[in-house]
Nanobody, 115 residues
Framework: VQLVESGGGLVQPGGSLRLSCAAS????????MRWYRQAPGLERELVAY????????NYADSVKGRFTISRDNPKNTVYLQMNSLKPEDTAVYYC?????????WGQGTQVTVSS
């Protein structure tokens, strides 16, 4: 089982990034997918959720209206489009796959929002 995040980097406030998470080793379309983030000194927080196979989404209040989660089941990939980025969005972003007692995590990708 693998979840591999990509797309992080350094961006100026107000900018955009698109994170990707490529999954392998399990039936991707059967799993609910989440993006979490963790900033230094803070607990990991849930940012966005998309159901299996993709009919329902939910967001943290702090990102609602700015971030969009989506999934491409034939490509086994989940995305997080992040617009109007703020310095407080700076964190390591993690992809998570969950179904029943099964829970898989990626290694994370760093997002830094700074001028």
């Amino acid at each position: 089982v693998q979840l591999v995040e990509s797309g992080g980097g350094l961006v100026q406030p107000g900018g955009s990034l698109r994170l990707s998470c490529a999954a392998s080793g399990f039936t991707f379309s059967s799993y609910n997918m989440r993006w979490y983030r963790q900033a230094p000194g803070l607990e990991r927080e849930l940012v966005a959720y998309i159901s299996s196979p993709g009919g329902f989404t939910n967001y943290a209040d702090s990102v609602k209206g700015r971030f969009t989660i989506s999934r491409d089941n034939p490509k086994n990939t989940v995305y997080l489009q992040m617009n109007s980025l703020k310095p407080e969005d700076t964190a390591v972003y993690y992809c998570n796959a969950h179904r029943s007692s099964y829970d898989y995590w990626g290694q994370g990708t760093q997002v830094t929002v700074s001028s």
